[in-house]
């Protein structure tokens, strides 16, 4: 009967089994060729999964072994021990009591001195297979473990490639990449100036940039064979979704997530979006500023879907309703002389105004607000230099009672620690009974956990403001913007979009049969505001 075996031997190893060199591939593999030897058999083929959890039989190898057996080419299966074949015991025990069973198939697994043939030696195989799925389950959660505490510390991790604009440096830690990190800038630039952003997918692939895909297969080999396969003007075609997904992320703002997705369980390694990952602000150089990253998704929320682009509408995602502080929709309708026209109007249901302007109109007082700043800022360029340098904005203010009540915490954190110190101390001398020392301690901790906690958000919180434009750098922006501007480009959309943030209108009819409407419109001018405001008010 044993010439009749024609034997297969199935080596498994995944990183949950550790890197001792008894568990290795090599091992295993010169094991049971010993073994098979030693029994005066000959193996008839080798199966081989290096780098596959046991929890998951949907191993490349294993898989073909069961074609194999299907087909009728395999009659034994040897494995070094029942976990090489799994670490799932339900699963397991369909193969050892039902599958190789119902096929033919005698199965051994040597360590375990489990053999299917002799039946009254394998009563404690059911023990052994659940033993070694619960081992993958401590395995696992411990790895878990570890790898949410540093998600939670925020240590970097290496993926594939980095995100597209940037590099890693030596410890996995993001750095604006040399060739990419200006094409990042230029894309919001644009997307700024046009508000489309299928014209910035046409500037892009006009001007031959690489596209990310381009660039990770020559800079990290990453699906390079796939990629390179391509025709040579796919390798700069840039598409809209990846230009609007540049534009969508705030990583480019210096934000690090971390623990993204999680799986269901140990057993099940499908991903999932994590809604409790770790967000850590300011944690690497920003590639754009607040500023311009908060007016790109402004206008992207307005230009999906939108046939009228920035060229035909420089205030796009700019207007404003005054009554209900939503967004205005622009429309192209004809007037009572029948010519075409844009308008803005306000379309929200619960708005209880009806607020409307022509885009004619509203770019002539757009156009006398910003001439007028520009003749008050300039004519008096040196004090309002001054008064900006002296100018202190409430966020100063705010980082300073930030730093007091920093302070206070951190001063309350070393009493709690010194405290508990003492308790200690006293409890070693017979002062203190062990049962107190336990519900003082327990209670002191509980209080300087919160203080961590706390002392770690005020922290970030003055990062944040510490991070943000400085008074003599807004002042500077702005004086070249206006020094540039001139009654013909005032209105373009590169000046427009960089010097307002919103434009509240508020519209009245003069009576209620009457077309004549009363106008009234509030700019909010973007980091600028609170100076311009502060220093037209001093005048």
């Known amino acids: 009967m044993s010439n009749n075996y024609r034997i297969a031997i199935y080596l498994r190893l995944s990183r949950d089994d550790g890197n001792e060199e008894s568990q290795s591939i090599q091992s295993q593999r010169e094991m049971l060729n010993d073994y098979v030897q030693r029994q005066g058999w000959q193996?008839?083929?080798?199966?081989?999964?290096?780098?596959?959890?046991?929890?998951?039989?949907?191993?490349?190898?294993?898989?073909?072994?069961?074609?194999?057996?299907?087909s009728g080419k395999i009659n034994m299966v040897i494995t070094k021990d029942l976990s090489r074949l799994g670490r799932n015991y339900i699963q397991v025990g369909y193969y050892t009591e039902e599958y190789f069973p119902e096929k033919g198939v005698r199965y051994i697994a040597v360590n375990d001195g489990y053999d299917s043939i002799d039946e009254d030696g394998n009563d404690f195989v059911?023990?052994?297979?659940?033993?070694?799925?619960?081992?993958?389950?401590?395995?696992?959660?411990?790895?878990?473990?570890?790898?949410?505490?540093?998600?939670?510390?925020?240590?970097?991790?290496?993926?594939?490639?980095?995100?597209?604009?940037?590099a890693f440096n030596d410890k996995n830690e993001r750095i604006p990449d040399s060739e990419t990190a200006s094409v990042v800038r230029l894309i919001y630039t644009k997307f700024i100036e046009t508000g489309s952003v299928k014209k910035v997918a046409i500037f892009l692939t006009e001007n031959?940039?690489?596209?990310?895909?381009?660039?990770?297969?020559?800079?990290?080999?990453?699906?390079?064979?796939?990629?390179?396969?391509?025709?040579?003007?796919?390798?700069?075609?840039?598409?809209?979704?990846?230009?609007?997904?540049?534009?969508?992320?705030?990583?480019?703002?210096?934000?690090?997530?971390?623990?993204?997705?999680?799986?269901?369980?140990?057993?099940?390694?499908r991903r999932f979006d994590n809604k409790d990952c770790y967000v850590f602000e300011n944690r690497?150089?920003?590639?754009?500023?607040?500023?311009?990253?908060?007016?790109?998704?402004?206008?992207?929320?307005?230009?999906?879907?939108?046939?009228?682009?920035?060229?035909?509408?420089?205030?796009?995602?700019?207007?404003?309703?005054?009554?209900?502080?939503?967004?205005?929709?622009?429309?192209?309708?004809?007037?009572?002389?029948?010519?075409?026209?844009?308008?803005?109007?306000?379309?929200?249901?619960?708005?209880?105004?009806?607020?409307?302007?022509?885009?004619?109109?509203?770019?002539?007082?757009?156009?006398?607000?910003?001439?007028?700043?520009?003749?008050?800022?300039?004519?008096?360029r040196d004090r309002f230099i001054d008064f900006a340098f002296m100018y202190e904005p409430d966020s100063k203010r705010y980082t300073l009672d930030l730093n007091k009540e920093l302070s206070v915490l951190e001063a309350r954190e070393k009493e709690v620690d010194e405290f508990m110190d003492n308790l200690i101390i006293q409890n070693t001398k017979g002062l203190i009974p062990q049962s107190t020392l336990k519900n003082l301690l327990d209670k002191h901790r509980k209080e300087k956990n919160a203080i961590d906690k706390e002392i770690l958000t005020i922290k970030q919180r003055i990062k944040d403001e510490e991070n943000k434009p400085t008074s003599k750098q807004k002042v500077e922006?702005?004086?070249?913007?206006?020094?540039?501007?001139?009654?013909?480009?005032?209105?373009?959309?590169?000046?427009?979009?960089?010097?307002?943030?919103?434009?509240?209108?508020?519209?009245?009819?003069?009576?209620?049969?009457?077309?004549?409407?009363?106008?009234?419109?509030?700019?909010?001018?973007?980091?600028?505001?609170?100076?311009?405001?502060?220093?037209?008010?001093?005048?």
């Open 43 to 70: 193996v008839f083929e080798e199966y081989s999964d290096d780098g596959y959890s046991g929890t998951n039989f949907n191993r490349p190898d294993f898989q073909r072994m069961l074609n194999d057996i299907e």
């Open 208 to 269: 031959k940039y690489p596209t990310p895909a381009y660039h990770n297969a020559i800079k990290y080999k990453y699906d390079r064979k796939k990629i390179l396969a391509l025709p040579e003007d796919k390798l700069y075609s840039w598409n809209v979704s990846t230009v609007r997904e540049i534009l969508k992320k705030d990583e480019y703002l210096g934000v690090y997530r971390t623990a993204q997705t999680k799986s269901i369980n140990f057993k099940n390694k």
């Open 477 to 539: 922006e702005l004086l070249n913007i206006l020094e540039a501007a001139t009654e013909d480009n005032i209105l373009k959309a590169g000046v427009v979009q960089k010097l307002i943030r919103r434009i509240y209108v508020k519209s009245t009819k003069v009576h209620p049969k009457s077309r004549e409407r009363e106008i009234d419109i509030t700019i909010v001018y973007s980091t600028y505001d609170e100076i311009i405001k502060g220093f037209i008010t001093n005048e």
């Open 126 to 166: 059911p023990l052994r297979n659940f033993m070694n799925e619960w081992y993958a389950k401590d395995t696992s959660k411990k790895i878990r473990s570890i790898l949410n505490q540093k998600a939670k510390n925020g240590e970097p991790r290496k993926t594939s490639v980095p995100i597209y604009g940037y």
């Open 284 to 380: 690497y150089e920003p590639l754009v500023d607040k500023d311009t990253w908060y007016l790109a998704q402004s206008l992207l929320k307005t230009s999906k879907g939108s046939s009228i682009g920035v060229d035909d509408n420089i205030f796009k995602g700019l207007v404003y309703c005054m009554d209900c502080e939503k967004s205005m929709r622009v429309r192209r309708e004809k007037n009572y002389s029948g010519e075409y026209v844009y308008s803005f109007s306000c379309h929200h249901k619960d708005c209880l105004g009806s607020n409307y302007i022509l885009m004619n109109v509203l770019e002539k007082v757009v156009a006398r607000e910003l001439l007028m700043l520009k003749e008050i800022i300039l004519s008096q």
